[in-house]
């Protein structure tokens, strides 16, 4: 059994990350072993995955209260004011055609009702997340989707608004759930760049994933050498055949 350091260097080193896998442990207990958030106001929960990458902490609703969009799909208790900046939000957008109200209800929200939310490396936390997030970019996104689809035996689906629905799509879903943001979170946060795409991969069957992401990674870098060579060699007015190839890639 692998622990979450383990877990953590191998996707690091497979997928070439420039951000640390993040690990998020959902709680329904105030007994939650992690330092309390201390950090800056944050304009909406999302942020705390970018915060993460300094070190665990933990957070409570209260945390969230100026996100009632992120506090509605992490199903957190909303005080007064977060539910009337949460009906305030879905008026605008359906007015402005973003979200018709009728497709409220296909929004992920998670099951449980978290009274805590840990965020940190994965590296750094002991306890099992309930969902890993990856940044990646476009060629990273190619190695885990192939990874993800012998896992969950299909392709995760590319949602876009809300981003942080993709975490209750993961938990609830038990499978991998793709990210491509929304605009929101491509505001806030730096870690989400032009090209980087968020993948959220279910806790429990982290190991598989971490697997076969690797074997992904390994099968990916031996073809794309491959597709080097033929590109070359016809390039050069050649007519290589496959086995041809292939014994260019031993050498």
């Known amino acids: 059994m692998h622990g979450n350091a383990e877990l953590a260097k191998e996707l ?8 640390p896998p993040i690990a998020v442990c959902l709680s329904e207990s105030e007994a939650v072993s992690a330092p309390r958030y201390e950090g800056k106001r944050v304009p909406a929960g999302c942020v705390f995955w970018q915060e993460a990458v300094q070190g665990p902490f933990v957070t409570e609703p209260l945390d969230h209260g100026l996100c009632s969009i992120g506090m509605y799909t992490h199903n957190m208790e909303l005080s007064a ?6 009906g305030d939000a879905l008026k605008v957008f359906a007015d402005i055609g973003y979200l018709p109200a009728d497709q409220v209800p296909g929004i992920p929200v998670l099951a449980g009702q978290p009274r805590r939310v840990v965020y940190g490396p994965l590296a750094s936390v002991s306890a099992p997340p309930d969902v890993v997030l990856l940044f990646v970019e476009p060629d990273q996104a ?6 993800t689809q012998v896992v969950d035996g299909g392709v995760a689906p590319a949602m876009g608004r809300p981003a942080c629905a993709a975490i209750p799509a993961a938990v ?5 759930a793709l990210s491509l943001g929304c605009c929101g979170a491509r505001t ?8 980087v795409q968020m993948f959220a991969l279910p806790g429990a069957r982290l190991a598989e994933y971490v697997r076969q992401i690797s074997t992904f990674s ?7 050498r491959f597709h080097q060579l033929r590109r070359r060699d016809v390039e050069r007015g050649l007519r290589p055949s496959v086995s041809q190839s292939l014994a260019r890639l031993q050498q």
């Open 81 to 86: 004011q977060a539910r009337q900046d949460l």
């Open 172 to 176: 609830n879903g038990g499978r991998a």
């Open 188 to 195: 806030y946060l730096d870690a989400l760049g032009p090209t």
């Open 12 to 19: 690091s080193g497979a997928l070439r990350l420039s951000l």
């Open 142 to 147: 190619l190695i885990v989707t192939e990874a």
């Open 218 to 224: 390994r099968a990916n870098t031996t073809l794309a």
